[in-house]
């Protein structure tokens, strides 16, 4: 049973910086994708930053690259989210995911979660 453990979540002023991790225990990450996703208020679940294991190839939404870096420590099976120059839109539930194959776009096709860590941008 793959498990899926973020944390570093919280409360920063805009223009700082957080960092999340997703554990990832349970399973073997030696191919598939990890992605991470959010969900602010009233809004569907999108997709933010994905890495795939075996190759390290990153990818980004729009609304976020130059400011977010996903990278991993293989020895931890640890994947981790940078985030770099906070704005207000940021704020919203984090979702770590999980799926075999490449990397998608779409959180249906991702099979595991893990529960989600809340990020918090001030003005």
């Known amino acids: 049973q793959v498990q899926l453990v973020e944390s570093g979540g919280g409360l920063v002023q805009a223009g700082g910086s957080l960092r999340l991790s997703c554990a990832a225990s349970?399973?073997?990450?030696?191919?598939?994708?990890m992605t991470w996703f959010r969900q602010g208020p009233g809004d569907d679940r999108v997709f933010v930053a994905a890495l795939e294991w075996s190759t390290g190839n990153t990818y980004y939404a729009d609304s976020v690259k130059g400011r977010f870096t996903i990278s991993r420590d293989n020895a931890k099976n640890t994947v981790y989210l940078q985030m770099n120059n906070m704005r207000r839109e940021d704020t919203a539930v984090y979702y770590c995911?999980?799926?075999?194959?490449?990397?998608?776009?779409?959180?249906?096709?991702?099979?595991?979660w893990g529960q989600g860590t809340q990020v918090t941008v001030s003005s």
């Open positions: 349970g399973g073997t990450f030696s191919s598939g994708a």
């Open positions: 995911a999980a799926k075999s194959g490449q990397a998608v776009l779409f959180s249906a096709d991702y099979k595991y």
